[in-house]
């Protein structure tokens, strides 16, 4: 997995493939930001049981507030105008991925659950602003591009928000319920 990992980050990191990439806003936002944090996710999750919940919770947060940093309007020109802001974002976005993978680990399955829903939630607002706005928010993308990315990032939130849910239900009834000790 870690050669798959490195693999990951260095393919997006050529810059024809980074510039590409960086080009069309839909692109950018559902197959850079997400391939570059599942780059992350796969390189390791050893680290996880160094980590208590409340540690991890804080690591979740952190890491997830990196990768909503970089889909800020404000961030995104940035990283595609500036080529050090670019690298900054693709190292940010992996040790996301990375912090991701390790916080999840120790967080009970109803945090993990809530979170997915959070996210989700997170990134159909950005992509109802970015749908239904009438003028741009990315100075860099066309008002076309930014329409046409925002319906694709609501189609996406829709899926993962779906397969996200229903296997949620399946892991909640495969452990069953819950017995409390009496008092």
């Known amino acids: 997995m870690k050669i798959l990992s490195l693999g990951l980050f260095v393919l ?21 930001i ?16 160094l980590l208590d919940p409340p540690k991890a919770f804080g690591l979740f947060i952190l890491s997830l ?5 970089w889909m800020i ?21 992996f040790l996301a991925g990375l912090g991701l993978r390790t ?4 967080l ?7 979170a997915g829903i959070y996210a989700t939630a997170m990134w159909s607002a950005f992509a109802l602003i970015l749908f239904q706005s ?8 066309t008002l ?12 996406a939130g829709g899926c993962f928000l779906t397969v996200h849910l229903l296997s949620s239900v399946v892991l909640l009834v495969r452990l069953g319920p819950k017995e409390h000790p009496s008092t």
């Open 12 to 32: 997006l990191s050529i810059p024809l493939v980074d510039f590409y990439l960086d080009g069309d806003m839909a692109l950018q936002m559902l197959v850079q």
């Open 34 to 49: 997400p391939l570059l944090i599942l780059a992350g996710t796969l390189l390791t999750g050893r680290f996880s049981h």
């Open 65 to 69: 507030g990196v990768v909503f940093f």
């Open 73 to 93: 309007p404000r961030s995104l020109d940035l990283a595609v105008v500036g080529d050090g802001v670019d690298r900054l974002m693709h190292l940010c976005l």
């Open 103 to 106: 916080s999840l680990g120790p």
């Open 108 to 114: 009970n399955l109803m945090i993990r659950i809530a």
């Open 134 to 141: 009438p003028a741009q928010v990315c100075a860099r993308f």
């Open 144 to 155: 076309a591009q930014q329409q046409s990315a925002g319906q694709a990032m609501l189609w």
